[in-house]
């Protein structure tokens, strides 16, 4: 069947199945790769994208559920000049990344919990990042980057 | 996956006509349905989303009780019930994640019935009351066993109906890989007496521990269930707890619930 939707701004269309999932659709079908698939089991927020503005595992929802959907994923969060959003330099500032792969799943749960609460603490980002799984940087500089994205103060200063 | 046809009706009825088809199956979130499909425990011809139909979705509060949509995601819940009914807002903001909370729906977690999950010890707890395109069933004749309910081939459940109780909480005790409950108690305070509902725990999924609620209705306080034992004999037992562990924390949990409820 033929799926129709709005990606980073763009109407694009594209041949899906019944079962093909929106990461497959995003990567294979549009070739935005940097929605990542690291379980395929719902388990580790790498495919993260938004869907009308929320949050969600692109892995655990068909292409054809997201049929006039607005979505956004990795590719659509730089600024419109091509540079780095904050988050994003906050990620590259603050050592929020190691192998990169768990990235771009992190920006785009951060950019939703920013959305919901401009100033999240602590806790609240440590809980918002509940799906979301990084095997390299064990957390803290994650939560440091979303602090100082968000504008708070961060215990530890960059190098 | 095995492939399907996907449909996606606008109305109950449209939907109730496309899964009187044998192989066809209703899809809410898909937070449940889709894994199972990606293991090939469930190959489905057909797909009947519900998420493209108004009438399932969203949350009507009445002066002693709440109606939620089957279609109606968790992170809604958590959203419009908070004032309302804030131990069940609040059980809603605590299954999963984000993005799991962002899709999955309340119609699906209790048609699905898992035996770790949350919905079913609120259901249970406040006396829901489960309404399917059908007929009305209350929550205490809904729950069948794990993964086993009441609900009959080709019936969906359209809406749920939540008593509100004067004190109430849920305590879970999160599984850190899945934050499904590895025991979650439901703790309900009505005029007439209190529910306590225990998910995670038993073979048989979600019940009531009727000694607790004999208890608890004479005196509302922890100390009132600190003498009493849960029978380990049909827990459930795996890497992450043995039957008695799951029986002595069901316990404990039962007892913050009620300080937590006050
Ligand atoms: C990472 C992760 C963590 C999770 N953690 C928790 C947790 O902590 N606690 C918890 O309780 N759950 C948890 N879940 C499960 C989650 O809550 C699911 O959303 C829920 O169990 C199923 O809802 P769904 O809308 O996604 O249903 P689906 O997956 O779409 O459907 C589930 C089943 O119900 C049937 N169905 C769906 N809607 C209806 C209806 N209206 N009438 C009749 N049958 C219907 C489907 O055919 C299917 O068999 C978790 C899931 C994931 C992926
Ligand atoms: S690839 Fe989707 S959650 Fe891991
Ligand atoms: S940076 Fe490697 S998984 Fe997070």
Known sequence: M?????????????EAEGRTLLSAFLREELGLTGTHIGCDTSQCGACTVHVD???????TMFAAEAE??????????ANADGSLSAIQQAFQDYHGLQCGFCTPGMVMAAAALLEEIPQPTEAQIRHHLDGNICRCTGYHNIVKAIQAASGQPVAVAAE | MYNFDFVKPSTVEEAVAALADDEAQPLSGGQTLIPTMKQRLNAPETLVSLLGIEALKGVTVGGDSVTIGAATTHATVAKELAEAYPALAALAGNIGDPAVRNRGTIGGSLANNDPAACYPAAALASGATVVTNRREIPADAYFEGMFATALEEGE???RVTFPIPDAAAYVKFEQPASRFALAGVFVAKFADGVRVAITGASEEGV???SEAEEALSGNFSAEAVSGLSLDPDGMMADLHGSAEYRAHLAKVLTGRAVTAAG
């Open chain 1, 2 to 14: 033929k799926v129709t939707m709005h990606v980073n701004g763009r109407q694009v269309s594209g």
């Open chain 1, 53 to 59: 503005g929320k949050q969600v595992k692109s892995c």
């Open chain 1, 68 to 77: 006039g959907a607005e979505i956004t994923t990795i590719e659509g969060m």
């Open chain 2, 156 to 158: 969906i459940i359209t």
């Open chain 2, 207 to 209: 019940f009531r521990w």
